[in-house]
């Protein structure tokens, strides 16, 4: 089967940064996507991690380490409209979601 | 971006009745499509997975009879949801990926609500 595992919320305050674990344990493994959802809308795409290292896109950078099933998203400079649930997906030809991390950013 | 639409984004209907809903990508071919359904505050959860031309292949516990999936070109996907009940109230969302990337690109969801 497929587990995946993130934190169910974090807060943090306009500017800061936040970081969001990550961990897998799945059958397959293809590569890892983050996306990002609001509140009653569908994900839209961050980032898609395949080989380990950090790939850093503006404000917002994701790691990935295959030997230790680890994944991060590191959202830097925090600002309000950041405020959202972020999806860990693990690609095995069709995603596998964890259960997502409700991120508030508080002024 | 790729850009992955859906119709209706809001239906309410009566128990029983059937309810179509079509998915479009808009600037690329999307040789396979993706259905899922979203509960409250719960993660996205796969239904089937569509290939272009072929039968959709559902997860386990996804009735294929009352969930009917059709991919008849490379730009369109529709799921009807047949003799609709108030626990198929939900948020359904497809994604369509392309021949080359593994990225999966969402349209915008419809909330179904079965009275």
């Known amino acids: 089967g497929q587990n995946i595992d993130q934190p169910t919320e974090m807060t943090a305050t306009e500017g800061a940064i936040v970081q969001i674990n990550c961990t897998y344990q799945?059958?397959?493994?293809?590569?890892l996507f983050w996306y990002q959802q609001h509140a009653g809308e569908a994900p839209t795409f961050l980032s898609y991690?395949?080989?380990?290292g950090l790939e850093e896109k503006g404000r917002f950078s994701s790691f990935l380490s295959r030997s230790k099933g680890y994944s991060y998203l590191l959202l830097k400079e925090l600002q309000m409209k950041d405020s959202a649930s972020y999806l860990c997906?693990?690609?095995?030809?069709?995603?596998?979601f964890g259960a997502g991390t409700t991120v508030t950013v508080r002024a | 971006g790729a850009v992955v639409s859906q119709h209706p984004s809001r239906v309410i209907c009566k128990s029983g009745t059937s309810v179509k809903i079509e998915c479009r990508s808009l600037?690329?071919?999307?040789?396979?499509m993706f259905w899922y359904r979203q509960f409250p505050k719960q993660s996205l959860m796969l239904m089937a997975t569509?290939?272009?031309?072929?039968?959709?292949?559902?997860e386990q516990g996804v009735e294929k009879d009352k969930f009917l999936i059709n991919h008849a070109s490379l730009t369109l996907s529709t799921l009807t949801v047949t003799s609709a009940h108030p626990e198929d109230s939900s948020f359904y969302i497809c994604?369509?990926?392309?021949?080359?990337?593994?990225?999966?690109?969402f349209g915008p969801g419809t909330r179904l609500t079965v009275l």
């Open positions: 994604s369509a990926r392309g021949e080359v990337s593994d990225t999966q690109y």
């Open positions: 600037d690329f071919q999307a040789t396979t």
């Open positions: 799945t059958s397959g493994f293809n590569g």
């Open positions: 997906a693990v690609n095995d030809y069709k995603l596998s």
């Open positions: 991690n395949v080989l380990d």
């Open positions: 569509s290939n272009e031309g072929s039968k959709a292949t559902y």
